[in-house]
């Protein structure tokens, strides 16, 4: 069974441009979670999805923004880059139901530059 | 003050020795997850628990409800375990809460 799988795993940008990170969750799990991982704040939760509804979502300014498509892929943009925003990106998926009680199970992430 | 607090921040072990992790969190939660981040950023699930104790090879975790903490035990211990730990809670919101982590290395 294939893993979840991020692409791309590493980006460089400049501030000011957006990007679109994407996943593709394990076969059957219909619930992907984001995270954002940084030397400062560690990891911090971004936002939750599953059956295309966003279900949770952090403490993040609305430039971080995400969808679910029917095929339970998910992807995450981020618009306006700021410096700050150079980050480690982790997406998990986990089987339907409550999300978070169930294990999930983490890509290798994208690592994103801002320039 | 930290969610979710973990002690110690950095572990240095001989092989062969047994390790404890410490994680207590000040929110009420539904499951509590240790997880597992090697350099290069992959993050593995070790564990995920809401009473009691799991056991899987040389790792053990164990949770108190009561108390809001939760520990995590390497037997024999290897130099193949080092890696960040990091515990995660999760409330009742759906949503995880990370501690700090802690970066352990096993030397041999």
């Known amino acids: 069974k294939a893993g979840v799988t991020q692409t791309p795993r590493y980006l460089i940008k400049t501030r000011g441009q957006q990007v679109t990170l994407s996943c593709s969750p394990i076969?059957?799990?219909?619930?992907v979670s984001w995270y954002q991982q940084t030397p400062g704040q560690g990891l911090q939760f971004l936002f939750e999805?599953?059956?295309?509804?966003?279900?949770n979502k952090g403490n993040f300014p609305g430039r971080f923004s995400g969808r679910q498509f029917s095929n339970s892929r998910s992807e995450m943009n981020v618009s306006t880059l700021e410096l700050g925003d150079s980050a480690l990106y982790l997406c998990?998926?986990?089987?339907?139901?409550?999300?978070?009680?169930?294990?999930?199970?983490f890509g290798d992430g994208t690592r994103l530059s801002i320039l | 003050k930290n969610e979710v607090e973990q002690s110690p921040q950095n572990l240095t072990a001989q092989e062969g020795e047994f390790i404890t992790i410490n994680c207590s969190y000040s929110?009420?939660?539904?499951?509590l997850h240790w997880l597992q981040q090697h350099p290069g950023g992959g993050i593995v699930s070790l564990f995920m628990?809401?009473?009691g104790k799991k056991k899987h090879g040389r790792l053990i975790a164990t949770i108190n409800i009561q108390e809001k903490h939760s520990s995590l035990h390497i037997t024999a211990s290897h130099p193949r375990d080092s890696a960040v730990y990091i515990c995660?809670?999760?409330?009742?919101?759906?949503?995880?809460?990370f501690g700090t982590g802690t970066l352990l290395a096993v030397q041999p």
């Open positions: 929110v009420g939660i539904s499951a």
């Open positions: 998990a998926s986990s089987l339907a139901g409550r999300g978070s009680n169930q294990p999930q199970h």
């Open positions: 995660a809670v999760t409330p009742s919101t759906n949503k995880l809460i």
């Open positions: 076969s059957g799990h219909r619930s």
């Open positions: 999805y599953f059956s295309e509804t966003q279900r």
């Open positions: 628990l809401s009473s």
